[in-house]
């Protein structure tokens, strides 16, 4: 018999010692190629919500340890961003320019619906809107689909926003006033997000440096805006003299090195998981460097994607991305308080927010 009392929920996995999981589900067919795994972090303020990465990890071993990770730090995104949705992620384990088929999609996509609602999908590295349509012919727990077929479409729209939300709130902690109106921005990579976020930079009276390996991205923000400064690689501008440093590329931009060579004094942009180990945040800290959490201030990408749910509104879904500047505002004021840097400040309001807000449903409702 299952010894009840004994479980905790606070007892570790086998897994690079994270916090148990609620559920996690491995899927195969060997007839379409699919090889996935869905971890659900928590359901403690809802259904779980976060995308779909498709990416040949080099063992099952990676791939589960990614997706453990990945859909934790979902429940915290989506506890801050003010969403009733717990923390969800799935990957399938492959080459998305070779292994990706209508079959496989679909297939994926009954793993999905097999869950009943305990986990929505969306899109993420190696997956696309178009791709999300099809994983929805399978399954009624889908967001991040293409306009066409009444989805959010490409969510760095409101990423973008929502990080320049973020970066106000920065200005406003540091200067007292939340623009970024004369102050100098180096923005890392001008992708999909990155190159929105230059968009409201300079509209906003910033002055923008920006550096991306791509050619073609940089020519697009050079068409868009002449006035955008550009910078050899991320070593150049790490070490230009800014205001603003705003990672908007790869995970990992902030280690020692580059913290060490940072001349601004705000560190504020669109990538997920900026800080290389733990322990950055407090060298940041250290150094009088106000680092805006990564997950607090990209989060208009979820907002945008779960509003999809109950009928995408880019109005309303727009509204609640600009909370992102309070939210921003309120973890600054809570690490002040605390005396902690505000990546600890962030993660203790999302666990109480889950915690309290998660609670609520021991009460019993009479039927
Ligand atoms: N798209 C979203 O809605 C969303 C939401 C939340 C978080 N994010 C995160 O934001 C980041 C950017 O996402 P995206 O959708 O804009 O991706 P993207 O692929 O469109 O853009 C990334 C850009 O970074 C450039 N780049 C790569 N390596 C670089 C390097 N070493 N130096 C300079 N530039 C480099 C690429 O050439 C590309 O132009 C990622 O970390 C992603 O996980 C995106």
Known sequence: MTDVFGLSHKDKSPVSGQARHEQVVFCSDEHSGLHAIIAIYNTALGPSLGGTRFYPYPSEQAALADVLNLSRAMAYKNALAGLDLGGGKAVIIGDPATDKSEALLRVYGRFVQSLGGRYYTACDVGTYSEDMDVVARESSYVTGRTPAHGGAGDSSILTAYGVFQGMRAAAEHVYGAPTLRGRRVGVEGVGKVGHRLV????????E???????????????????????????????????????????????????????RAGIVCGGANNQLAHPGVEKELADRGVLYAPDYVVNSGGVIQVADEIQGFDMDRAKAKATQIYDTTLKIFAAAAEDGVPPAVAADRLAERRMSEVGRIRGIWLGH
Request: proline share 3%.
């Open 208 to 262: 923008v440096v920006v550096c991306d390996v791509s050619e073609r991205a940089v020519e697009r923000v050079l068409r868009r805006h002449p006035e955008v400064a550009v910078v050899a690689d991320q070593l150049e501008l790490t070490g230009a003299d800014l205001d603003v440093y705003a990672p908007c590329a790869l995970g990992g931009a902030l280690d020692d090195d580059t913290v060490a060579r940072l």
């Open 199 to 206: 968009d409201h930079l300079v509209a906003d009276g910033a």
